[in-house]
């Protein structure tokens, strides 16, 4: 059943936990996200029988900037939700505000459309569920088993459920969609987990499905904050919401970047990527912020506030009492993407930095690949082609999609090198624009 809040739309599940578990599925989709959802619903419409299985419970926020870029924004008007974005509050952006500590500049973009993930990942949901997904929510999927027909999931209420903790469903394709972690592919039993078992399984993950973690890796945070305590605990000459153009300003400081915007909702969404070490505040900057506070915490927001600082935007001590989501490592990538009638998509696949929008058009684009493989694979018995065409389909998509956003990875390491970057952007327009459209359309 679906209903609407007055702000937030929330998604209730389509069919019981033991109704899933007595069903045999063509497809069962792990986590209702952005990559997801998206296969889920291409799969259905293609006339598949899918589960999508999703832990949390909706609407529900998590880490991202939320901005999506012309080609992320096509594919949900191919779904359908474009316009329901819109008429949700999701807030189009039309500038770009780039600063490297003191030095910044301000240029026009290609739009992109500031939206919150429980806003969207609630509609996409609900989009797929239209399609006729069948949809778990507040359960937790877990591959535990496969013979040579299928792959058996166990199905796990995410609040403790005693009753529920052994139910098995079966499908003949899972594709997991659960983002960085990858979780779901170990096999788990919560109820009898001790942290031993956990490290056998993490174990056995990392070598049935090795994936390589960069050693400088960034992390992600996330927080929103009202329009209204966004005015009164910041200052800057520079950066702006901006009105009546929107601006995504991203800032860049000694130990990460960090983007704001307005999405929908009256919120302001600040998502940065921060290196590790900057959360131990042993830096001379989160020490005087720290004082300022009149506290002894380390930990994002001042990690978060110190890059502000060095961009010349006053903060408020409040600010460091607001709450954040992190993520782990961001910077990694998954050997292998298929085998065994299990598919990776969207993050799970790996990711690389979060600058230019990529992460949600990235997961959205392998939705619209991956459904029409897994429709030929069920028709003809062969999956095993299919995983192979699919691992070329991911190396393309690889060598294509994410070339400017390493690049713009490694610029962004060395202050001097970002600001040089900034310079020749500024001389040279034709060149910027160029790269913009790679980088945000
Ligand atoms: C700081 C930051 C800013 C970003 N900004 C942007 C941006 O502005 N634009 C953009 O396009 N991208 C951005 N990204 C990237 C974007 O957030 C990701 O690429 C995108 O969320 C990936 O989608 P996904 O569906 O693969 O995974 P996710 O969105 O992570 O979804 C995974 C889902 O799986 C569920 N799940 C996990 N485990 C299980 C399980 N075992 N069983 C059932 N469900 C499970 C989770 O609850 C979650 O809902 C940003 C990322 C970061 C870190």
């Not at 019981?16 to 996200?33: M, P, T, Y």
């Not at 174990?203 to 390589?212: K, L, M, R, Y």
């Not at 969207?346 to 690389?352: F, K, Q, S, V």
Request: glycine share 8%; net charge positive.
């Amino acid at each position: 059943m679906i209903s609407m809040g007055t702000t937030q739309t929330s998604v209730e599940a389509t069919l019981h936990i033991d109704e899933a578990s007595r069903e045999n599925w063509d497809v069962i989709v792990l986590g209702a996200g952005v990559a997801g959802s998206a296969t889920a619903f291409w799969a259905a419409k293609l006339g598949l029988k899918v589960l999508l299985i999703e832990a949390k419970r909706f609407p529900r926020e998590k880490v991202c900037g939320g901005c999506l870029n012309s080609r992320a924004q096509q594919m949900l008007e191919s779904i359908g939700i474009l316009d329901d974005l819109r008429s949700a509050g999701a807030v189009p952006l039309t500038q770009l505000h780039v600063r490297v500590q003191q030095l910044g500049y301000t240029w026009s973009i290609p739009p992109l459309l500031s939206v919150r993930r429980s806003t969207l990942d609630s509609l996409l949901t609900q989009a797929a569920i239209r399609a006729g997904v069948s949809f778990l929510s507040e359960t937790t999927g877990s591959i535990v088993s496969k013979d040579q027909e299928s792959v058996q999931v166990r199905l796990q209420r995410t609040k403790h459920d005693e009753n529920s903790t052994n139910l098995i469903a079966t499908s003949k394709i899972v594709v997991l969609a659960t983002g960085l972690t990858r979780s779901g592919l170990a096999p788990r039993n919560a109820t009898l987990a001790t942290s031993k078992q956990t490290t056998a399984n993490q174990a056995n993950t990392a070598q049935t499905w090795p994936s390589t973690i960069s050693h400088d890796s960034r992390i992600g945070v996330h927080c929103l904050i009202s329009e209204e305590d966004w005015q009164a605990w910041f200052s800057s000459t520079h950066v702006q919401l901006g009105s009546p153009s929107r601006q995504l300003n991203m800032l860049s400081g000694s130990n990460g970047y960090v983007g704001i915007c307005l999405s929908d909702g009256g919120q302001v969404d600040l998502a940065a990527a921060l290196a590790p070490n900057s959360l131990r505040g042993n830096t001379q900057n989160s020490k005087s912020m720290r004082n300022h506070a009149g506290g002894n915490k380390a930990g994002i927001p001042h990690a978060v506030a110190e890059i502000l600082q060095e961009c010349g935007v006053n903060v408020a001590p409040e600010f460091l009492n607001t709450k954040w989501q992190s993520t782990p490592e961001l910077t990694r990538q998954s050997h292998c993407v298929a085998k065994e009638n299990v598919f990776l998509v969207g993050d799970a696949l790996g990711y690389i930095e979060p600058f230019t929008g990529e992460g949600m058009s990235w997961g959205l684009e392998n939705a619209v690949k991956l459904a029409p493989l897994l429709h030929q694979a069920l028709a003809t018995g062969d999956i095993h082609s299919a995983e192979t065409e699919w691992a070329k389909v991911v190396q393309l998509q690889r060598r294509t999609r994410q070339t400017v956003c390493r690049w713009v990875a490694r610029q962004a390491r060395s202050r001097w090198k970002s600001q040089w970057v900034l310079k020749v952007f500024q001389w040279i327009p034709s060149l910027r624009n160029q790269i913009l459209k790679k980088a945000v359309a």
